[in-house]
Every structure is written in structure tokens, then in C-alpha cells.
Antibody
Framework: QVQVVQSGAEVKQPGSSVKVSCKASGGTFKTSGFSWIRQAPGQGLEWMGGIIPISGSANVPQKYQDRVTISADESSSTVYMELSSLRSDDTAVYYC??????????WGQGTLVIVSS | SYVLTQPPSVSVAPGKTAKITCGANNIGTRSVHWYQQKPGQAPVPVISYDSDRPSGIPERFSGSNSDNTATLAISRVEAGDEADYYCQVWDSASDLRVFGGGTKLTVL
């Protein structure tokens, strides 16, 4: 059974960083595609970037290239997303989604990140 | 960048068919995926690659894609279908994944 389980909620100060984890089970980790998708309160879904662990490199939209780092640890079957220079408008639920190709077949439960002083 | 346009809301009576559109230039040449999201829950895929139903999705859900419009159809709508629905594609030119703005389906 394929699953992705994310780390718990975080409260962060403006200007700090947050690192969210996504632990995968089932299937073949290193050839699966993992993406990070965020949803601000009352808003839609926004793709923040993705990685295929075997490739070793992440694909991040230009909008986030200076603030988002996506990485994968094959030894623990875990993918990470680190967002730096946090602002209040980064307050959102962050989802990890897994699939092959461009289809997000399996979703994590979401991680709420609150940015507040 | 590639933009997907969805109507903000669609309303339908129980037992009728709801149609939610996703418009973009030549979207018919791309694979479109649809996700259902209920309040407080993670999205759930309901249609992949234009018209495939993932395991466990009722046959009432169907998809089509042609020219400049992709459509998610839900027949015999039930109260439990009330949710937000998002379309999504891969923009090969930019290698980015793109979501539509979402459509809130209300069952009257």
C-alpha cells in the first residue's frame, strides 16, 4: 500500500525557515515523483516544485527558486521541502504528493505552517 | 505561463449531472487530471489522463478533453459530491505543473 505521511504543524517567526518532511512507504521510492503543493487559507492549490529521488535534482518554479529547497533521502524514503525567509503570506497547508509522470496519485495529509510573530 | 480557467462555482440539483470545465489554449493536446477536495481534507484524484478513473472512484465521474476545454462530468449527483474540484496539467514547455483556480460544486 503506497502512502505518504507528513510531519506535523509548525509555527514560525517571520524571516525564519521551515523544513517539512514527507515519508513514503510502498512502491519504489527512488523512481517516484514527489511534489510539494501549497494551499493558503481559502485559496486554491499551487505547485511549488518536485523531485524524482534517483535524479538527485529538484524542479522548482522561478517564483520559488530563491526560497525553496527540495531534497530526498533514499535511506529513509523521505522527501523534504525547506522554505526560507518566511512571511505571513506563507501561512498555508503544505501537501506532499506522489506519483509517476505529472499525475499526483497519492497525497499526504498536509502540514499546516503558520507564520506569525 | 500556462493558465487554466475554471468557473468559480457550479450548482446542481441532486440526481442531475454536473459539468465542470477547465479552459486553456489547446488543452486538448495535454493530459488533464482532476482532484476533489472536501473541507479540511487533502485533495483526492477523481480523473487522471483526461478520462481514467482511479481505483475506488465511482463510474458517475467521467472526463473528456478536446480543443480548448476539458470537462469533468458527475452524473446522478449526490450530496456527498459537494466539494471543490481542481483541474491540473503538466506544461511541457516550462516543465511546470499547473492547477486551475478550482470550482466549488454546490448540491442544491
Amino acid at each position: 500500500q503506497v502512502q505518504v505521511v507528513q510531519s506535523g504543524a509548525e509555527v514560525k517567526q517571520p524571516g525564519s525557515s521551515v523544513k517539512v518532511s514527507c515519508k513514503a512507504s510502498g512502491g519504489t521510492f527512488k523512481t517516484s515523483g514527489f511534489s510539494w503543493i501549497r494551499q493558503a487559507p481559502g485559496q486554491g492549490l499551487e505547485w511549488m516544485g518536485g523531485i524524482i529521488p534517483i535524479s538527485g535534482s529538484a524542479n522548482v518554479p522561478q517564483k520559488y527558486q530563491d526560497r525553496v529547497t527540495i531534497s530526498a533521502d533514499e535511506s529513509s524514503s523521505t522527501v523534504y521541502m525547506e522554505l526560507s525567509s518566511l512571511r505571513s503570506d506563507d501561512t498555508a497547508v503544505y501537501y506532499c504528493a506522489r506519483g509517476n509522470g505529472d499525475f499526483f496519485q497519492y497525497w499526504g495529509q498536509g502540514t499546516l505552517v503558520i507564520v506569525s510573530s | 505561463s500556462y493558465v487554466l480557467t475554471q468557473p468559480p462555482s457550479v450548482s446542481v440539483a441532486p440526481g442531475k449531472t454536473a459539468k465542470i470545465t477547465c479552459g486553456a489554449n489547446n488543452i486538448g493536446t495535454r493530459s488533464v487530471h482532476w482532484y476533489q477536495q472536501k473541507p479540511g481534507q487533502a485533495p483526492v484524484p477523481v480523473i487522471s489522463y483526461d478520462s481514467d478513473r482511479p481505483s475506488g472512484i465511482p463510474e458517475r465521474f467521467s472526463g473528456s478533453n478536446s480543443d480548448n476545454t476539458a470537462t469533468l462530468a458527475i452524473s446522478r449527483v449526490e450530496a456527498g459530491d459537494e466539494a471543490d474540484y481542481y483541474c491540473q496539467v503538466w506544461d511541457s514547455a516550462s516543465d511546470l505543473r499547473v492547477f486551475g483556480g478550482g470550482t466549488k460544486l454546490t448540491v442544491l
